[in-house]
C-alpha cells in the first residue's frame, strides 16, 4: 500500500508493532485511544501479547481488561459508536485489513468489509463513526491508491470521498457531520484538508512543509487537534475550524492520535515520552498532563522447578493484578497459569514436579485475607488447601513432600501491622500444627534436606536475624548472628547452603552462608532483593527478584556472583 508522507510516524510505529522481528520481543504499545460517549471509558490498542488487540480502561486508569482475543494478526484503531453501544476497529486477522465491529461486553462480533474479487482491494484501516453513527468513513486502496471512502455501518452503499492516487486518510466527521477532515500528502503545502461529506468543496485547513494527520474536531466543532512535526519532533496541536490560531500543545518526548473527550474538556493521546507508547490525558488547552496507563509491570517470587526445566514465577504484565507464570530458565516461552482478582503470588512446586503450592486472596473480598492453594504444573486443577481466617502465606514444601510451611499473619489493631508465626500442615490440608508462639515475627520457612528443621528469619531483639528450628520439639537455635537485618532464607537442596537478604552491605543483596564454617560470602551488588532466592538443584545458581531498575525484575546468579543475568524486562515493557 502506498503511504502518503505525512503518514511516515504512524506507519513506522505501525509496522514496529506488528513486525516479525516484533514477535520475538515486543515493545509493549498502548496507543490509539477512543473515548466511550458516557467520557468514563476509553478503548485503545495495546501489543502487550504481541499482536495487538483492544483493551478497555476507565478514565481514571482503573478498571482495565482486555476486550479482543484474536489469535492471529492485530485490532488496531478502535472507535467507540455515538450510541455507547458498538466498537469499530479494523483488524488483519484474516489477511488484509478489513472493518470489525465488537460490543463493549466482547459480544456480536462483526466483519463489515469484504476484498472486492473486481478490483484490487488491498485494505480498509482506520475507520472513525458520522455524528448519528450511521456512516462510517474510512481508508481503502480498493481504486488503487489510498484515498477516504464513506459507508453504512452495516457495511454497504459504499462511496469514494477523494479522488486522487494518493487521497489520503484517518478522516474524522465534524460534529454536525457534514464535512470530514483527512489529512493528506498530496500537496507539499497543505496536509490537513476538509470536505464535504458528499466530496465537494475541499478547503485546506493547514499549510507548510511539515507532516501532519488525524485530525479531530473538537465536541463544538470549534477546534481541531493533530499532530504534526513542523517543529522537528511529533507534537500535538490544535487549530481554529477556519485554520488559524495554530497552538502546540505537547512538547515532552513524542506525541500522536488525540482525540476529544465527549464534554471537549479533555484530550486524550498517546506519547513515548517515558520510552514507551502509554496513553496519556491533558486538559483541552494542554495543561495538566498525566500518564493513563503503564505498562512497566513487576515479576517476582521465581522458583526453579525440581528437574530445573522451569521457573514458576508471579507477574502484574497482562492488566496489573499479579498472576502465576512459568517461563523456561532462559527467560522465553512464559506461560499463564492462573486468572484470579487479587494476588496471586509465592508460588512453589512440590517435590514431585507435579503441582504447585501459591497464595492467593481469591476467595476474599476484605484486605488481608489470603489462603494457601494448590494446582497442577500446567495451571490445572486448581484449589484451595485450607481456609483460615488471617493471612496465610509463603508455603514451602517439605524435601520428602510430606509438609507444607508457611507462615500466617493476624492483624494487630494497636500497631496496624501483621504479626506473624510459623506452622505447618500436610499436603492435604489437614494436621495442622502452630510451631511458634510469641512477638518475634518469624517469617519466610525453609526446609533443611534430610532433617526435620526448619531456617527463617525473625526479629527478637529489634533487627531480623536467622534462625533454626527442630520441628519436632520447636527448639530454635540461632543459625547466624550479625548486626544488620538478614531476611527470606533459602536452604540448598544439599543443605550445606543458605542464601539469605541482608542490609549490611547496603540496602539489601544476596548472600550465601556456608553452614558448616559460619561463613558468609556476597553475591550481589547494588540491587534491592524483593524475594526468597531460589537454589537450583546442583546448588551452583541462584534465582530471585530484585527492583534494580524500579520495577521488580527477575534475575539468576552464580553462587559465587559470577554470570548475573536477568531473565525479565517489565521495566522495558518486553515479554
Given at each position: 500500500?502506498?503511504?502518503?508522507?505525512?503518514?511516515?510516524?504512524?506507519?513506522?510505529?505501525?509496522?514496529?508493532?506488528?513486525?516479525a522481528?516484533?514477535?520475538?520481543?515486543?515493545?509493549?504499545?498502548n496507543?490509539?485511544?477512543?473515548?466511550?460517549?458516557?467520557?468514563?471509558?476509553?478503548?485503545?490498542?495495546?501489543?502487550?501479547?504481541?499482536?495487538?488487540?483492544?483493551?478497555?480502561?476507565?478514565?481514571d486508569?482503573?478498571?482495565?481488561h482486555?476486550?479482543?482475543?484474536?489469535?492471529?494478526?492485530?485490532?488496531t484503531?478502535?472507535?467507540?459508536?455515538?450510541d455507547?453501544?458498538?466498537?469499530?476497529?479494523?483488524?488483519?486477522?484474516?489477511?488484509?485489513?478489513h472493518?470489525?465491529?465488537?460490543r463493549?461486553?466482547r459480544?456480536d462480533?462483526?466483519?463489515?468489509?469484504i476484498?472486492d474479487?473486481?478490483a484490487?482491494?488491498?485494505?480498509?484501516r482506520?475507520?472513525?463513526?458520522?455524528?448519528n453513527?450511521r456512516?462510517i468513513?474510512?481508508?481503502?486502496?480498493?481504486?488503487?491508491?489510498?484515498?477516504?471512502?464513506?459507508?453504512?455501518n452495516?457495511?454497504?452503499?459504499?462511496?469514494?470521498?477523494?479522488?486522487?492516487g494518493?487521497?489520503?486518510?484517518?478522516?474524522?466527521?465534524?460534529?454536525?457531520?457534514?464535512r470530514?477532515?483527512?489529512?493528506?500528502g498530496?500537496?507539499?503545502?497543505?496536509?490537513i484538508?476538509?470536505?464535504?461529506?458528499d466530496?465537494?468543496?475541499?478547503?485546506?485547513?493547514?499549510?507548510?512543509q511539515?507532516?501532519?494527520?488525524a485530525?479531530?474536531?473538537s465536541?463544538?466543532?470549534?477546534?481541531?487537534?493533530?499532530?504534526s512535526?513542523?517543529e522537528g519532533?511529533?507534537?500535538?496541536?490544535s487549530?481554529?475550524a477556519?485554520?488559524?490560531d495554530?497552538?502546540?500543545l505537547?512538547?515532552?518526548?513524542?506525541s500522536?492520535?488525540?482525540?476529544?473527550?465527549?464534554?471537549?474538556?479533555?484530550?486524550?493521546?498517546?506519547?513515548?515520552?517515558?520510552g514507551?507508547?502509554?496513553?496519556?490525558?491533558?486538559?483541552?488547552?494542554?495543561?495538566n498532563?498525566?500518564?493513563?496507563?503503564?505498562?512497566a509491570?513487576?515479576n517476582?517470587?521465581?522458583?526453579?522447578?525440581?528437574?530445573?526445566?522451569?521457573?514458576?514465577?508471579?507477574s502484574?504484565?497482562?492488566?496489573?493484578?499479579?498472576?502465576?507464570?512459568?517461563?523456561?530458565?532462559?527467560?522465553?516461552?512464559?506461560?499463564?497459569?492462573t486468572s484470579?482478582?487479587?494476588?496471586?503470588?509465592?508460588?512453589?512446586?512440590?517435590?514431585s514436579?507435579?503441582?504447585?503450592?501459591?497464595?492467593s486472596?481469591?476467595?476474599?473480598?476484605?484486605?488481608?485475607?489470603?489462603?494457601?492453594?494448590?494446582?497442577?504444573?500446567?495451571?490445572?486443577?486448581?484449589?484451595?488447601l485450607?481456609?483460615?481466617?488471617?493471612?496465610?502465606?509463603?508455603?514451602?514444601?517439605?524435601?520428602?513432600?510430606?509438609?507444607?510451611?508457611?507462615?500466617?499473619?493476624?492483624?494487630?489493631?494497636?500497631?496496624?501491622?501483621?504479626?506473624?508465626?510459623?506452622?505447618?500442615?500436610?499436603?492435604?490440608?489437614g494436621?495442622?500444627?502452630v510451631?511458634t508462639?510469641?512477638?518475634?515475627?518469624?517469617?519466610?520457612?525453609?526446609?533443611?534436606?534430610?532433617?526435620e528443621?526448619?531456617?527463617?528469619?525473625?526479629n527478637?531483639?529489634?533487627?531480623?536475624?536467622?534462625?533454626?528450628?527442630?520441628?519436632?520439639?520447636r527448639?530454635?537455635?540461632p543459625?547466624?548472628?550479625?548486626?544488620?537485618?538478614?531476611?527470606?532464607?533459602?536452604?540448598?537442596?544439599?543443605?550445606?547452603?543458605?542464601a539469605?537478604?541482608?542490609?549490611?552491605d547496603?540496602?539489601?543483596?544476596?548472600?550465601?552462608?556456608?553452614?558448616?564454617?559460619?561463613?558468609?560470602?556476597?553475591?550481589?551488588?547494588?540491587?534491592?532483593?524483593?524475594?526468597?532466592?531460589?537454589?537450583?538443584?546442583?546448588?551452583?545458581?541462584?534465582?530471585?527478584?530484585?527492583?534494580?531498575?524500579?520495577v521488580?525484575?527477575?534475575?539468576?546468579?552464580g553462587?559465587?556472583?559470577?554470570g548475573?543475568?536477568?531473565?525479565t524486562h517489565?521495566t522495558?515493557g518486553?515479554?
Open positions: 500500500m502506498a503511504t502518503a508522507p505525512g503518514f511516515r510516524v504512524l506507519a513506522a510505529v505501525t509496522a514496529f508493532a506488528s513486525g522481528g516484533a514477535q520475538q520481543q515486543q515493545v509493549f504499545l496507543i490509539n485511544p477512543s473515548w466511550s460517549p458516557d467520557g468514563r471509558q476509553l478503548v485503545f490498542e495495546s501489543a502487550r501479547h504481541g499482536n495487538t488487540t483492544l483493551y478497555i480502561i476507565n478514565a486508569g482503573t478498571g482495565e482486555r476486550l479482543t482475543f484474536t489469535g492471529y494478526g492485530d485490532d484503531h478502535p472507535a467507540w459508536s455515538p455507547g453501544r458498538t466498537i469499530l476497529f479494523d483488524s488483519n486477522r484474516d489477511g488484509a485489513f472493518l470489525y465491529t465488537i463493549p461486553d459480544t462480533e462483526r466483519r463489515l468489509t476484498r474479487s473486481s484490487s482491494f488491498q485494505f480498509a482506520h475507520p472513525t463513526w458520522s455524528p453513527g456512516q468513513a474510512f481508508d481503502s486502496d480498493r481504486d488503487g491508491g489510498d484515498n477516504v471512502y464513506t459507508m453504512r452495516d457495511g454497504t452503499d459504499t462511496h469514494r470521498l477523494t479522488t486522487s494518493n487521497g489520503g486518510g484517518h478522516a474524522s466527521w465534524s460534529p454536525d457531520g457534514e470530514v477532515v483527512f489529512g493528506s498530496r500537496d507539499t503545502t497543505a496536509v484538508w476538509s470536505i464535504r461529506a466530496g465537494t468543496d475541499r478547503r485546506a485547513l493547514a499549510r507548510g511539515f507532516a501532519g494527520a485530525a479531530k474536531y465536541p463544538d466543532g470549534r477546534r481541531l487537534v493533530f499532530f512535526e513542523r519532533v511529533p507534537s500535538l496541536y487549530i481554529a477556519d485554520g488559524t495554530l497552538r502546540r505537547t512538547r515532552e518526548g513524542t500522536y492520535e488525540a482525540t476529544w473527550s465527549p464534554d471537549g474538556r479533555q484530550i486524550a493521546f498517546y506519547s513515548n515520552r517515558t514507551r507508547y502509554e496513553l496519556y490525558l491533558m486538559d483541552a488547552d494542554g495543561a498532563q498525566r500518564q493513563l496507563t503503564n505498562t509491570y513487576g517476582a517470587w521465581p522458583q526453579w522447578s525440581p528437574d530445573g526445566s522451569r521457573i514458576v514465577f508471579s502484574s504484565r497482562d492488566g496489573g493484578d499479579w498472576e502465576l507464570y512459568t517461563m523456561a530458565p532462559d527467560g522465553s516461552d512464559a506461560r499463564r497459569l484470579s482478582p487479587g494476588r496471586d503470588a509465592h508460588p512453589m512446586y512440590l517435590p514436579g507435579r503441582r504447585i503450592v501459591f497464595q486472596p481469591r476467595d476474599y473480598a476484605r484486605t488481608g485475607e489470603v489462603d494457601v492453594y494448590t494446582m497442577d504444573a500446567d495451571g490445572s486443577r486448581q484449589r484451595r485450607f481456609s483460615h481466617p488471617g493471612f496465610d502465606g509463603v508455603p514451602v514444601p517439605s524435601p520428602d513432600g510430606r509438609w507444607i510451611a508457611l507462615q500466617r499473619g493476624t492483624f494487630d489493631s494497636t500497631t496496624k501491622d501483621f504479626h506473624w508465626e510459623l506452622l505447618v500442615v500436610d499436603t492435604l490440608g494436621n495442622q500444627r510451631l508462639a510469641n512477638r518475634w515475627n518469624s517469617q519466610v520457612p525453609s526446609w533443611r534436606p534430610g532433617s528443621e526448619l531456617v527463617f528469619y525473625a527478637p531483639d529489634g533487627h531480623d536475624q536467622l534462625f533454626a528450628m527442630t520441628v519436632a520439639t527448639a530454635v537455635r543459625l547466624h548472628v550479625s548486626r544488620a537485618n538478614d531476611t527470606a532464607p533459602a536452604v540448598s537442596l544439599d543443605g550445606r547452603f543458605v539469605f537478604n541482608s542490609d549490611r547496603g540496602p539489601g543483596d544476596l548472600y550465601v552462608l556456608e553452614v558448616g564454617l559460619g561463613r558468609v560470602s556476597r553475591v550481589t551488588t547494588g540491587l534491592a532483593m524483593r524475594s526468597q532466592p531460589s537454589w537450583s538443584r546442583d546448588g551452583t545458581r541462584l534465582l530471585f527478584s530484585a527492583t534494580s531498575t524500579g521488580d525484575e527477575v534475575y539468576v546468579v553462587r559465587d556472583g559470577s548475573l543475568r536477568r531473565l517489565g522495558d518486553i515479554r
